[in-house]
């Protein structure tokens, strides 16, 4: 390098174009060009560098942010010409640039061209992108761009979703003053986004988008473009239900609506589901992802063998997110890994960005440590494509480019959309508290966008003042007429309609269920739940202690154990056709190595799933996820799929119990509350491997404490089936056979938590046997005992999962003959008349205690005692681990003293 330029033999050096690499080629082989020609090719490719830089970092100079404090300063040196030894005035080929069809010109009208496709409204990073496909394809389309020339019909229906965008918001400050609506004002141009995705969608004949989005603009994007009844909305505004009253629901705020309606572009239907969505930011993106799979895997009637290559091209999820929460929020990262792993790929979402430029109150240098809040997605090579929302029409072309990249290569592709806020983060808050400069260039806006660009249409001669006038008044005047329609309005059913039209909300009373099957048929099952193919090279550990013990414990028909319950369970309902997929970490082998659902080859590293493969005919799939270490955005996930289909038996596997804390917003905002909330019905399992083993704080306690305190479980009523979750702890494999078929038989879905074992997986007591499980047969929400002294009962110890096992044990080594055990399975719904009846098996009975091995403030002693004491009128005492501020010690001296001390105390007392 000399004087700050690179020099020729530099290039020839260390440049990778064709021509360079040709020129030295010919000099290896003793060829040798006329020096001219050399420099020629120099300089084609030094230009090449200047083009490649250009694409690079020309969106450090473009003018995409509508509301800046200044315009780009500062010279980038990599876009000086100079660098490379050029002149603005030097002749060069465009090959390999598009330039309105030119084959040569000058530097100076190359770089002008790449400064209006690269450096105007519009600006990418797509130069990141692994695959040199994608990246050729991605240039090539970005100027392309400049040649796009919109209709006027086009540009007319642009216009008027935005006036009725702002008109929407308009209605609702002068009639609703004082409420938060998060209205899109600022942003108006994410309707001329879901314009242009409407139209490629119905061009390119997809049938369904699953959207997941958070409030900026979401009733504005509901009430004008998908068409939905403003009354409903309006009647949440005054105050009312917007459901009908008979449902067990809390309803839940005005920003949080949802819609699922038909559209008609340009002739042919599309259906658009907008999601219901917490106020946790960002929380629906991976339930939308699910949601889609379903759809996609519902698409297939069943054929999952079409599964790769197909089922992304008729369903489309789209993400939209804000700008703070897109970068702050952790869940995007763990949806990001999600997209293009087995089993959880969608086909590539498309992502809109509404970038505020602020979070809450917060500004961009604050909220975050990248140049763009959309920088995150650089880790999975997606393109990104900035825009400057002030530009609607060009906002429409990068959408049309996104659509395009992902309809080709089925990626995730980002579109940041550079906007801004009109108010603050409602429309009662005062944003210039925290951001004066900001909101002095907010408020110094001469135009709103809508206005904007309805004036230039109108100065263009291709829209009336008159017809934007008109556009206005009708939309308001229908706004109007639905608020006076409130007094009258009732709302309709939203709920069990389509594939849920055969379910209801749970009844008002606990049911029982039958869920066993026929002996013959759980033993074709269990021997077909450990077949493989010849040739298959299974390993020799599962073919000597897996396969030969579980084949002959099922002829034999007794010792069953927890995995081969679950697989018969499984079995039976993919006999039955229904669908089931299994979902966690490390799920297909179980984190105790207990479960091998899933064989793997020791040759090929192929995967076999027997069950599969029951019998020719089976129409039910079995989908083992082995998942991502995640919890959020996975649990998430399989929300998502299981809200879509009823016939679909979804259930997540925590690694160990506690590891669910990761994905608390999941439960709290979804599973223990959509119900309530949106009248949405899940039928979702969740497995929590609990138990007090000296496994430490961490490993032993799946907190049953909090989700019995996130149930609305009655103190002082009996329980019926109609609460918010159902938990349970079954103590043998035949409870659990019995509690996985029970949520597909039965006309309802509830999310139910599986407080599962760990040392009960392989303990010879905790077995089961066929007989268990046959026909007639059921899950039991209490295990009493039978003894035929029972008068000399002065005792009864109530207590649930592995814990029975230890005192059974202690009090057979102790010689107790006064105290009997009665298992509590279910927790909630509270068993009170199954209680009720052991109790009055011991009519002598004067002790009442429980028996746990989590600390007094964990595990269910608070919640057993109220409704014990409520409903029977007796004192229960308690007996374990005394308080702790973790859920178990961690010194194994001390762990062995406290389980000494929590099996010996109950029968000391």
Not at 237 to 243: I, S, T, V
Not at 705 to 712: A, H, N, S, V, W
């Amino acid at each position: 390098m000399k004087n700050g330029v690179f020099s020729n033999k530099f290039l020839i050096k260390y440049y990778h174009s064709d021509v360079v690499f040709g020129y030295r080629t010919k000099i290896k082989h003793g060829f040798k060009l006329p020096e001219e020609t050399v420099q020629i090719r120099c300089k084609e490719s030094n230009f090449y560098r200047l083009v490649t830089a250009y694409r690079q970092f020309a969106h450090l100079k473009a003018d995409i942010n509508p509301v800046s404090f200044s315009t780009p300063s500062g010279t980038i040196p990599e876009l000086v010409p100079e660098r490379y030894g050029l002149n603005t005035s030097d002749k060069v080929h465009f090959s390999g640039i598009i330039n309105n069809g030119k084959k040569e010109g000058t530097v100076g009208e190359a770089l002008e061209f790449l400064k209006l496709v690269y450096g105007k409204h519009i600006s990418a990073e797509f130069l990141h992108l692994e695959n040199e496909e994608e990246v050729e394809w991605f240039s090539k389309q970005m100027e392309l761009l400049q040649n796009v020339q919109l209709n006027n019909d086009t540009k007319r229906s642009i216009a008027t979703e935005l006036l009725k965008s702002q008109t929407f918001d308009h209605f609702l400050a002068n009639k609703f003053s004082g409420v938060k609506r998060y209205g899109g004002e600022g942003a108006e141009s994410m309707m001329t986004f879901f314009q242009e995705v409407f139209r490629v969608s119905a061009d390119d004949n997809l049938e369904q988008i699953v959207i997941g989005m958070p409030h900026r603009g979401r009733l504005n994007f509901l009430t004008g473009m998908l068409q939905s009844e403003p009354v409903k909305m309006f009647l949440k505004l005054k105050g009312f239900p917007d459901f009908p009253t008979h449902y067990k629901a809390t309803g839940d705020v005005l920003s949080h609506c949802i819609s699922s309606t038909n559209l008609q572009i340009n002739g042919k239907r599309l259906h658009v589901s907008v999601l219901y969505n917490p106020s946790h930011l960002e929380a629906i993106n991976p339930v939308s992802m699910g949601k889609t799979r379903a759809k996609q895997l519902s698409s297939l009637d069943g054929d999952y063998s079409q599964l790769k290559g197909k089922w992304s091209d008729k369903i489309l999820n789209i993400q939209v997110h804000g700008d703070a929460a897109f970068a702050g929020q952790g869940i995007n990262q763990e949806c990001l890994q999600l997209s293009n792993v087995p089993h959880f790929e969608v086909g590539g979402s498309v992502h809109l960005v509404v970038n505020n430029q602020v979070g809450f109150t917060t500004p961009p240098d604050r909220g975050r440590s990248t140049r763009y809040c959309t920088d995150l997605a650089k880790m999975i090579s997606a393109p990104i494509i900035h825009v400057n929302g002030d530009y609607p029409e060009e906002v429409l072309k990068v959408t049309r480019l996104a659509m395009q990249y992902q309809r080709k290569f089925r990626k995730e592709v980002f579109i940041d959309m550079n906007c801004y806020r009109q108010w603050g983060h409602n429309e009662v808050d005062d944003p210039t508290f925290t951001n004066p400069q900001l909101y002095k260039i907010i408020h110094s806006r001469s135009q709103t966008v809508p206005d904007k660009y309805a004036g230039q249409l109108i100065t263009e001669g291709i829209l009336t003042k008159e017809a934007a006038e008109i556009v206005v008044v009708q939309h308001y005047d229908w706004l109007s007429k639905e608020l006076l329609q409130v007094e009258s309005y009732r709302p309709d059913d939203p709920c069990f309609k389509n594939q849920w039209q055969d379910y209801s909300q749970a009844q008002e009373v606990i049911t029982t269920w039958e869920t066993g099957i026929h002996p013959q048929l759980l033993t074709v099952i269990g021997n077909k739940s450990v077949s493989y193919p010849q040739g298959f090279k299974i390993h020799p550990h599962l073919q000597k202690t897996y396969i030969k013990n579980r084949i002959k414990k099922i002829s034999e028909g007794t010792k069953l154990d927890w995995a081969t319950a679950e697989a018969l369970a499984f079995g039976s309902l993919l006999y039955e056709g229904y669908n089931v997929r299994l979902s966690g970490q490390d799920v297909g082998r179980g984190t105790f190595s207990h479960r091998h659902i899933m064989l793997v080859d020791q040759e090929t590293n192929n995967v076999h799933i027997p069950l599969n493969q029951i019998n020719p005919e089976q129409i039910g799939y079995l989908e083992v996820a082995n998942s991502i270490l995640s919890e959020e955005a996975v649990l998430g996930f399989e929300y998502g799929m299981s809200i879509e289909n009823p016939k679909n038996l979804i259930v997540w596997e925590a690694q160990f119990g506690d590891f669910f804390n990761g994905a608390q917003i999941i439960f709290d905002t979804f599973i223990c509350s959509g119900e309530a909330k949106w009248l949405c019905s899940t039928g979702i399992v969740i497995l929590l491997p609990h138990g007090y083993s000296g496994a430490g704080p961490e490993h032993s306690s799946c907190r049953i404490e909090r989700f019995l305190q996130l149930t609305d479980s009655k103190e002082n009523e009996a329980d019926t089936d109609n609460v918010n979750v159902e938990v349970c702890q079954p103590s043998t494999p035949a409870q659990y056979f019995h509690l996985l078929r029970r949520q597909m038989v039965r006309n309802y879905r509830k999310p139910l938590i599986v407080v599962a074992p760990k040392t009960l997986l392989r303990l010879s007591a905790a077995t089961s046997s066929l007989m268990d499980m046959v026909t007639g047969t059921h899950f039991l929400p209490v295990i009493g005992e039978t003894v035929q002294e029972h008068l000399q009962i002065k005792k009864i110890i109530f207590c649930s999962g592995e814990h029975y096992y230890a005192l059974y044990e202690k009090r057979q080594e102790m010689g107790v003959k006064d105290t009997v055990l009665v298992r509590i399975e279910s927790f909630c719904p509270f068993p009170v008349l199954d209680i009720y009846t052991e109790l009055k098996k011991f009519p002598n009975a004067i002790e009442f205690i429980w028996s746990q091995e989590e600390p007094r403030n964990m595990g269910a002693w608070s919640f057993v005692k109220l409704r014990f004491e409520n409903l029977f009128g007796k004192k229960l005492e308690y007996c374990g681990r005394g308080t702790l501020p973790a859920p178990a010690v961690g010194i194994g001296k001390w762990h062995q003293e406290e389980a000494h001390h929590v099996v010996t105390k109950p029968f000391e007392m």
